[in-house]
């Protein structure tokens, strides 16, 4: 009988785990028409529980993919935390009530709340059209990155052969199949079977805090149930999220000897099931009752491991995402959100070098970027968790959690937890330079939400709805007032200077194959009222389209806008912001030394070929 022979294939990047960080990276790079494959040994998407908390960031990012529609359909938003201290008559009584977000510049200033399926269930059907669908049962054996350097410095070699085994393929039917992948991206979980085969460590400890989760619809007398609630009891703390469908979210601190097996020192989940977690949350949660209606939706118990690994990247041809490079507490809800976040910031740089538009070293900012931030994240989770697991400050407890301390911890670290806040520091993706001409555009962090108004026609738009994740750098044009004769020639001299075929738009340019391949998107933003404003005195480069000029004017209702400069404290003589595909802000340059672009896209730009 002839030997069945194994079938080999050739990919840009392959995907192994279809949890939120592999299915958002594999949406991104559908979207950018790379060609991608997505595995997961697992037979189908998350059915319940798990994460589903996202933050105001990570809904910014799902609007630049045109996703965020359905999420605010499908998911409850969080507006308001409660924080409940102990009583001095006994049990828990409310303390203060406050905004769930505390960041000012947040375009979506709330959390989102959805079970983790069906966020998986946004990505899978908002990549299907675009002819990505997830190969479930799909397991990876071997991983082998190629150890000649030149064909790792290739961009068009693919250097990364992966054995995959087919789990549910018929009898009789070949099982096996050897992908070469340009990328891999091991978006595997906390367990990564990637980062293993690379021996690449975790560094950091288990905590000592064991928490159990419960989801259910609840039956009760307490009357911030719909708020996200935060609660120091005598007993324990606990963690309360409105969610979907009168769903509650409920995270209750559990006693190690409760939980811990002695033999084995593992979590052992024979010892507690939900009616004895409940049994604890009763104790905290008094002089309040509650009991699930229908049962519980879902629950687990878990030890916080607090790690991220020693490197992000291996030759920069395989990346791990998510929870595969970082671990920490779900109290600050940051699990799904770093790790869609992380996929966010891999998926443009794989695009562009994929399509030969940047060299592969772009590849390296991905782990200098994210891996400071997973760092960021662990020093603050121990000191949050730390807190919301300690005991309450009382007569006997001197050392206690102070509530006002709690509260005050909760809102100076809202621009982090909301995501708003995240800083990438200087690298080829981010030139430090000029910051003072647009103090309020802080290069590193994402380009805040305003409202501008289309100058053709007096339309407001919201300036983020201008930078799609399209995988092209939006340059952002802040002309100034144009009718002023000094800022005209100021601004027709740098027009005269970016149509020098040495300028970066010429070096960079793609637009032979057509708007959709072009890498820059050139939008005006003007001083002006639109009562008088012509669009068409400015040179065509900053008009491609009508649509591409706008004014700093308050809408026609007279309601918002008309701030804008001063808001991101551009001054009269203007400035131009390079925005990242991914709406961070990259280089911002004067309008009389717009060579400042050109050092910040040679950095890591190749040249049209
Ligand atoms: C049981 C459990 C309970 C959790 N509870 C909470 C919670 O209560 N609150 C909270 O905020 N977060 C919770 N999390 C964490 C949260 O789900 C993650 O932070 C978040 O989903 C990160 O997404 P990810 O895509 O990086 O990883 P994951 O969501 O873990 O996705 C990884 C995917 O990779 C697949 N995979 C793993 N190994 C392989 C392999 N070898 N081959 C192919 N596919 C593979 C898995 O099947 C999975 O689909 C929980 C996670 C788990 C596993």
Known sequence: MPVPVVPHSEVDVLIIGAGPAGLMCANALANAKVNVRVIDKRAARVAAGQADGLSPRTIEVFQSYGIAERLLKESVQVHQA???????????????????????????????????????????????????????????????????????????????????????????????????AKYVVGADGAHS??????????????????????????????????????????????????????????????????IIDPATGRVDKDRMGPDEMLEVARKSFSPYKISPTTGFLWWTLYIIGQRVASQFSVKNRVLIVGDACHTHSPKAGQGMNAGVSDAHNLAWKIALVVRGWADLSLLSTYESERRKFALDLIVFDKMYSTLFSGKPLSQ??????????????????????????????????????????????????????????????????EIQDLLPADFRFKLLVFTGDFSEPLQQARVESMVATMQKPESFLNRYATSSKGAENSRFDIITI???????????????????????????DIDVTGSFGGKGYSYYGVGDEGAIVAVRPDGYVGAIAPLDHVEDLDAYFTSFMTAAV
């Not at 690449?200 to 039956?219: A, H, K, N």
Request: aromatic share 10%; charged share 25%.
């Open 82 to 180: 409660a924080f409940y201290n102990p009583s001095p008559s006994g049990g828990i009584e409310l303390t203060s009530r406050t905004q769930d977000v505390v960041a000012p510049s947040a375009r979506y200033p709330f959390e989102c709340a959805l079970h983790q399926g069906a966020i998986q269930a946004i990505f899978i059907d908002s990549m299907k059209p675009l002819g990505v669908e997830v190969e479930w049962s799909t397991l990876p054996t071997s991983i082998e990155i190629c150890k000649d350097e030149h064909v790792l410095m290739d961009p068009a070699s693919h250097p990364v052969r992966v054995v995959l085994q087919k789990l549910n393929a018929p009898e009789g039917q070949l099982q096996e199949e050897i992908v070469h």
């Open 193 to 258: 079977w990637v980062r293993k085969q690379f021996d690449i460590t975790m560094d950091g400890e288990q905590s000592d805090f064991i928490w159990g989760v419960m989801d259910m619809v609840p039956d009760t007398d307490f009357p911030d149930v719909r708020n996200k609630c935060l609660m120091h009891s005598n007993n324990g703390s606990i963690l309360l999220v409105p969610r979907e469908q009168d769903r509650l979210r409920v995270y209750v601190q559990l006693e190690n000897k409760d």
């Open 396 to 461: 006997e407890n001197s050392h206690g959690v102070a509530p006002e301390h709690f509260l005050e911890i909760f809102k100076q670290f809202g621009g982090f937890t909301s995501g708003i806040g995240v800083h990438y520091d200087p690298s080829v993706a981010t030139l430090d330079k000029n910051q003072e001409l647009a103090s309020g555009v802080v290069i590193g962090e994402r380009f805040p939400p305003y409202k501008f108004i289309r100058a053709a026609d007096a339309w407001p738009f």
């Open 526 to 552: 003007s001083k002006g009222r639109k009562e008088g404003f012509n669009f068409l005195q400015f040179p065509m480069l900053l008009r491609s389209h009508w649509s591409k000029v706008f004014i700093d």
